[in-house]
């Protein structure tokens, strides 16, 4: 049952649904299709240029990292073997007896002065840090022929424990090894596995 | 690319008329040809994220709300730069002519006077439903009420408004 309220409320509703339709021409209707099928195809144009121009964008975007990443780390990478992730076998192969950092010499090695490939030679090799850079750990010499990447344990890993006979640090460490081949060789240095330094020597033979 | 522009045109012809109807009741003005524009220059740039959940009808219309607030606030923004008046700004001023709607009626225009000046919830459910004869689903989606609020809120409008009419016929 409905009451007098919802009996007005009808009328009113009726007189709501009686409200006209303002006046909305087809010209002005037209007018405004017409307005917005060419903003559609201006912003179609726009996109067509708009997705190549983000692609070339990302693309000189990527070369820019390329770049930055070249002028940042390839020198890092192409510096001479003095890092401890460097293969022995690259680097500079010039002839050096000592082995220097921040122009202070670390060590130096004087091989016998008739070093040849095939038989076994002396060398002495001087440590110049103090004593308690080598004190406890165990240092090995490998020797790397630049020619044919052979690899030679000219001293295996020997704890240290004392400095040389006679001296504050280890300033003569002798030790006796043949290489097989002539040629430049580097001898590199380790302490406790970690590349302390290297020298490059050229051995003679026949 | 072409697909989005027949759609845009399908759509403009199949609702603009009653979307133009709908902002002259809502904003009170005669002059919203660029208002109904505006509608569907915002449809396309939507249309990307346009995801079909509602039917394009209710998104036009939700979207002429939108463009009919903002204009509302405009008009009121230009107003208050004239003279210093306090009120509701949601409340739109009718600036029509009782022959720019076609109110050849006396009873029309009160009508209509009574509808402007209630609060906005009621005006935009008498407008929807009332006045366009949208059903309680499609006014439920314009305005994001479920739709026992949209009833609910119907029948108090319809209250408010038998009230304030009977206040003007006197």
């Given at each position: 049952?409905?009451?007098?309220?919802?009996?007005?409320?009808?009328?009113?509703?009726?007189?709501?649904?009686?409200?006209?339709?303002?006046?909305?021409?087809?010209?002005?209707?037209?007018?405004?299709?017409?307005?917005?099928?060419?903003?559609?195809?201006?912003?179609?144009?726009?996109?067509?240029?708009?997705?190549?121009?983000?692609?070339?964008?990302?693309?000189?975007?990527?070369?820019?990292?390329?770049?930055?990443?070249?002028?940042?780390?390839l020198p890092y990478?192409?510096?001479p073997f003095s890092?401890?992730?460097?293969?022995?076998?690259?680097?500079?192969?010039?002839?050096?007896?000592?082995?220097?950092?921040?122009?202070?010499?670390?060590?130096?090695?004087?091989?016998?002065?008739?070093?040849?490939?095939?038989?076994?030679?002396?060398?002495?090799?001087?440590?110049?840090?103090?004593?308690?850079?080598?004190?406890?750990?165990?240092?090995?010499?490998?020797?790397?022929?630049?020619?044919?990447?052979?690899?030679?344990?000219?001293?295996?890993?020997?704890?240290?424990?004392?400095?040389?006979?006679?001296?504050?640090?280890?300033?003569?460490?002798?030790?006796?090894?043949?290489?097989?081949?002539?040629?430049?060789?580097?001898?590199?240095?380790?302490?406790?596995?970690?590349?302390?330094?290297?020298?490059?020597?050229?051995?003679g033979g026949d | 690319?072409?697909?989005?522009?027949?759609?845009?045109?399908?759509?403009?012809?199949?609702?603009?008329?009653?979307?133009?109807?709908?902002?002259?009741?809502?904003?009170?003005?005669?002059?919203?040809?660029?208002?109904?524009?505006?509608?569907?220059?915002?449809?396309?740039?939507?249309?990307?994220?346009?995801?079909?959940?509602?039917?394009?009808?209710?998104?036009?219309?939700?979207?002429?709300?939108?463009?009919?607030?903002?204009?509302?606030?405009?008009?009121?923004?230009?107003?208050?730069?004239?003279?210093?008046?306090?009120?509701?700004?949601?409340?739109?001023?009718?600036?029509?002519?009782?022959?720019?709607?076609?109110?050849?009626?006396?009873?029309?225009?009160?009508?209509?006077?009574?509808?402007?000046?209630?609060?906005?919830?009621?005006?935009?459910?008498?407008?929807?439903?009332?006045?366009?004869?949208?059903?309680?689903?499609?006014?439920?989606?314009?305005?994001?009420?479920?739709?026992?609020?949209?009833?609910?809120?119907?029948?108090?409008?319809?209250?408010?408004?038998?009230?304030?009419?009977?206040?003007?016929?006197?």
């Open positions: 049952m409905k009451n007098q309220n919802d009996h007005n409320f009808d009328e009113l509703i009726d007189e709501l649904g009686s409200l006209p339709d303002p006046d909305y021409t087809k010209q002005a209707q037209d007018n405004i299709h017409h307005n917005l099928m060419h903003d559609m195809d201006k912003k179609n144009k726009d996109n067509k240029w708009k997705l190549p121009v983000k692609k070339i964008g990302l693309g000189m975007v990527g070369l820019l990292a390329v770049l930055l990443f070249s002028i940042l780390y990478f192409q510096q890092g401890e992730n460097e293969s022995p076998t690259e680097g500079d192969w010039e002839v050096s007896t000592e082995y220097t950092e921040d122009d202070k010499v670390l060590f130096d090695v004087s091989p016998d002065p008739n070093l040849t490939s095939g038989k076994p030679f002396g060398y002495t090799f001087s440590f110049k840090e103090q004593f308690e850079t080598y004190e406890g750990k165990e240092l090995a010499v490998y020797a790397y022929h630049k020619t044919s990447g052979e690899k030679i344990t000219a001293v295996q890993p020997t704890l240290i424990s004392e400095p040389s006979p006679g001296y504050q640090t280890l300033e003569r460490f002798t030790a006796t090894f043949d290489l097989p081949s002539k040629g430049l060789w580097r001898y590199v240095v380790e302490l406790d596995g970690i590349r302390y330094g290297d020298v490059v020597l050229q051995v | 690319m072409e697909t989005d522009k027949n759609k845009i045109s399908e759509w403009f012809y199949m609702y603009s008329t009653d979307i133009y109807h709908y902002l002259i009741y809502f904003t009170g003005s005669h002059d919203v040809e660029d208002l109904v524009q505006e509608v569907f220059y915002r449809a396309i740039k939507g249309l990307d994220s346009y995801d079909g959940r509602a039917v394009p009808k209710t998104w036009l219309f939700g979207i002429a709300r939108h463009v009919g607030i903002d204009e509302i606030r405009k008009q009121k923004r230009l107003h208050l730069k004239h003279t210093l008046s306090f009120g509701n700004e949601d409340e739109p001023k009718l600036d029509m002519t009782p022959e720019d709607l076609c109110l050849i009626s006396e009873k029309q225009e009160i009508l209509y006077k009574a509808i402007l000046s209630l609060k906005k919830n009621y005006r935009d459910v008498l407008i929807l439903r009332g006045i366009k004869d949208l059903t309680v689903t499609e006014v439920s989606d314009i305005l994001g009420w479920n739709e026992n609020k949209v009833r609910i809120t119907f029948h108090r409008a319809l209250k408010a408004l038998q009230k304030v009419k009977g206040r003007l016929s006197q």
